[in-house]
């Protein structure tokens, strides 16, 4: 197992003075220009992936990249949305889901979750991920799942009043990837409803 306390000391020892100046600025400054919402799952660290550095990602991650669809009421994903998008006026959404994803897995395979009800429950904010995919492929496969979850989860982020508000204005754009972790490939799905060609 990775020690914890090893790697805080190494950060402290070799990255953070490394980076001085970009820490330095950004203890003032938290600007960033995207929202990635991804997989709660371990693999997929938004960071690496996009080879970001700090202070240039606001990150949400949830099981399955679920993204539920606006209801009145707080909840930490739509505050996070809100903040993200209304406070510190981020340009892009990235949905990224991931291949051999869990949560999609144990839908795509009908996986019983009865001991396990909170996750089975979080699971029906993924309902018309299976409807996407039954209808558009004719399967619930986990990769046509994975696809149409993280097509679904753009829809749903829509009708967020701060993301529709800055649709609407043209200042935001929605992008939905899927990330294959054996080959560390993204596939762009869909660019603000068009849809994209690949990423390398
Ligand atoms: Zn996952």
């Known amino acids: 197992m990775h020690d914890l306390t090893e790697g805080v000391a ?16 950004l203890a003032s400054d938290h600007r960033p220009s995207t929202l990635f919402i991804g997989c709660s799952d371990a693999r997929v660290v938004p960071e690496l992936i996009t080879q970001s550095e700090p202070g240039e990602l606001f990150v949400i ?5 679920l993204v539920p669809a606006y209801t009145p009421g707080a909840d930490a994903v739509t505050a996070g949305i809100e903040y993200a998008v209304a406070v510190l006026g981020v340009t892009q959404i990235v949905v990224c889901g991931h291949s051999a994803c869990g949560a999609m897995t ?14 089975a429950d979080w699971l029906r904010h993924a309902d018309a991920s299976r409807a996407h995919s039954v209808a558009a492929n004719g ?50 799905l869909v660019t603000s409803g068009r849809p994209a060609p690949a990423l390398v």
């Open 10 to 25: 190494r950060f402290q020892r070799d990255v953070h003075p490394a980076k001085a100046e970009l820490f330095a600025r």
């Open 61 to 65: 991650r949830t099981a399955g990249n």
């Open 106 to 119: 144990a839908l795509a395979e009908g996986h019983d979750l009865s001991g396990a009800p909170a996750i």
């Open 139 to 188: 399967t619930t496969e986990v990769d046509a799942l994975v696809r149409g979850n993280v097509r679904a989860q753009l829809t749903s982020l829509a009708t967020h009043p701060s993301v529709a508000r800055a649709l609407a204005s043209g200042t935001l754009t929605l992008r939905g990837w899927v990330y294959d972790i054996p080959t560390g490939r993204i596939e762009e």
